[in-house]
């Protein structure tokens, strides 16, 4: 048996997120059913992330086994040509028996889009949350770097979760404007449930002075979800790219 | 009476066309929809340019008369916010009475898109057309010079229009690559029923090396819409910019 590696990208907007659901349009399960279309066998995938509805992907890696012989290049641009035009296979090689691309994952990169401007846009407003109110982005800065390095982001977990340890390294945490469209990027050595978007909805609370920047330091101490900012909309999210050793 | 000209953006990936009609989603459906709740009488627009289903525009002008006295300015915003996320309102002033987008438009400029690589993507999918064979930029240049100026745009007409005159001039014809991005935008004073994706529908089979650029003046002289190229996909084709006096 073989195991392939495949990076993907996708429009996360007309989809329920990526993990499978009966009666609803998923990545998983756009992804196993061209797969076994092309293979000639059932296929379930492995994810790295399992993205949220409406949340965007320029780097998922997801991994399947097949006995199927097909090199791994063509299998990669077969794929493509098969899949809907809102995800693409980028490429594809084999990896080990045991590689597991969730629990193997070192580092994931996330990027936010803020489009922050009056006037919104048909075209940008698929990928980035559209904030009208001025953003202080020197506020944002500041709370920002209160979350950077290891700690317990219980107060950024949304129920529903069910992990051992809410404890998190954050390794980056840049925040840039480019015109009207802001951007955070944070990496980490693993996000919780809902945690990079809890983030961001807290930093604009920041941002548009309905909190102070360093009331973020206490929220990250009192471990309560409830004293974080709301969960911004899933469109803004963009997992950019996870990386292995 | 009052008539408002309003600038509106759109992306045209899941209506059926500008214009209106029983049992699809129409960009002027939605317009005459949101403007009729917030005026609060029927409201009919006129538009400088019925684009055709997947065609996108960053300057689509239409225009409505209204006696509700809403300043302008208030209408665009307050429009905006009710569109759907895939249209927006740009920016509304009063004009004149007579005032018809269409018959006093003096130019009107388009740009098609043209994903040129291998790999596909789920983002720029919806908004260009994705040719996998690599184009020849020069082959396209040398073609399309023949078609500048004042002709008869007959063979570049697709069946179906009623049109007088099929004498359109062209006034500007760019070729721009900009990575993996191939770019053609063409102003005229006019277009005739799917002029431009016939357009660059030729174009392509001559960058992709199936025509050979001199052909385009013979299909020109023709006037037989059999000799000229396929119609390009409505997904790549984006109106720009329609200029008044």
Known sequence: MRKLRLTVQYDGTDYAGFQIQPNAATIQGELE??????LGHPVRVQAASRTD???????Q???FET??????????????DKLPVAISAVAAHEVAGDFDPQRD??????????????????????????VSKCLDDGAICEAGSVLLGRHDFAA???SGSSVRSTVRTIYRLNICREGDMFRIYVEADGFLYKMARIMVGTLVEVGWGRMAPDVVGEILASGDRRQAGPTAPGCGLWLVEVSYD
Request: charged content about 15%; aromatic content about 10%; glycine content about 6%.
């Open 33 to 38: 059913q061209t797969l076994a279309d092309l």
């Open 67 to 80: 006995d199927n012989p097909i090199p791994a290049e063509n299998l990669a641009k077969a794929l493509d």
């Open 105 to 130: 994952a070192r580092r994931k990169l996330y990027c936010y889009q803020i489009l922050n401007r009056t006037v919104s846009s048909p075209f940008l407003g698929r990928y980035a949350w559209h």
């Open 53 to 59: 509805a409406g949340v965007h992907a320029l780097g």
């Open 156 to 158: 950024f977990c949304a």
């Open 61 to 63: 890696v997801v991994a």
